[in-house]
């Protein structure tokens, strides 16, 4: 079954980088793009960028170019989502997703971060 | 960036109630949106795809129509599971936007 499994909590303090990972089973690695969605506490949905692992190209959205970097390994069929110069406001649930057409059918279950002094 | 506004932004309903949920585009997307279903604790559940293609797995009374620029979620019958929050996603465009959400609670 597909299943896309992420690594842990984190608490970093502000100004740090942090590197969440999404390690991919169940179907073909290559086939499908990934990309990443998160919540801030009491927040709606913001999609970040998306990564096709086949090629590795990537786009992001405005608001985190320069911050976030998405990589792959296709050895290990795993995403990694890096965001940098944290601030407090990205505190939030980050989410990774399969795209299929576009439309995410399996999520990640989630890392927290929390970014605090 | 294309954006989304749902509404409303909240509603309060009883099982067994239909329940309609807004969505419009600020431009053009054909059918190209996605709706999901967020519960706390878990993540986010796709429940339609190209404006009205059910995903597999989804109850029937989950619906889905529109195009161009105003779509609409219907849930036919409320269930007790259903009171979630509910969200839109443009695929037309990068990046890819979601609605505001609709939080679907307990009359």
């Known amino acids: 079954q597909v299943q896309l499994v992420q690594s842990g909590a984190e608490v970093k303090k502000p100004g740090a980088s942090v590197t969440i990972s999404c390690k991919a089973s169940?179907?073909?690695?290559?086939?499908?793009?990934i990309y990443w969605v998160r919540q801030a506490p009491g927040q709606g949905l913001e999609w970040m960028g998306i990564?096709?692992?086949?090629?590795?190209?990537?786009s992001y959205a405005q608001k985190f170019q320069g911050r976030v970097t998405l990589t792959r390994d296709t050895s290990t069929t795993t995403v990694y989502m890096e965001l940098s110069s944290l601030r407090s406001e990205d505190t939030a649930l980050y989410y990774c997703?399969?795209?299929?057409?576009?439309?995410?059918?399996?999520w990640g279950q989630g890392t927290l971060v929390t970014v605090s002094s | 960036d294309i954006q989304l506004t749902q509404s409303p932004s909240f509603l309060s309903a009883s099982v067994g109630d239909r329940v309609t949920i807004s969505c419009r585009a600020s431009q053009v997307i054909s059918r190209s949106l996605a709706w999901y279903q967020l519960e706390p604790g878990k993540a986010p559940k796709l429940l339609i795809y190209a404006a009205s293609t059910l995903q597999s797995g989804v109850p029937s009374r989950f619906g889905g129509s529109g195009s161009g620029t105003e779509f609409t979620l219907t849930i036919s019958s409320l269930q007790p599971e259903d009171f979630a929050t509910y969200y839109c996603q443009q695929l037309k465009n990068y990046p890819l936007t979601f609605g505001g959400g609709t939080k679907v609670e307990i009359k």
């Open positions: 997703a399969r795209a299929i057409g576009l439309a995410a059918d399996y």
């Open positions: 169940g179907y073909t690695f290559t086939s499908y793009s």
């Open positions: 990564i096709n692992p086949s090629g590795g190209t990537t």
